[in-house]
């Protein structure tokens, strides 16, 4: 089920999306959610335009995050939030990593 352009921008208006919120990223060749090249994650920040940092998974099976060092501008069209991980886990790594 992939959803269109429209239907995200509708959906993650500025100010539905908080820090903390989980995503998932979906490039635009992926048809789904579970796409290989979907990307899960969540967001750490925001520009001042309001374009969401997001911090991603190396493998959403463990809990390694891809980058050590920084999250990633992601179009705001191109993800939706989607939990994976239990909230609490979320809480405590931005605060580890000094997002709060």
Known sequence: ???TRRECLINNKRGQMKIGDQIVYMPSHADSIFHADAEFGFITGFSRDGTPFCRYWNNPKREV?????NSEATPRYRIKKFKLKPQ????KLLKELGYE
């Open 1 to 3: 089920m992939q959803w």
């Open 65 to 69: 995050l891809r980058t050590t060092a």
């Open 88 to 91: 609490k886990m979320i809480n």
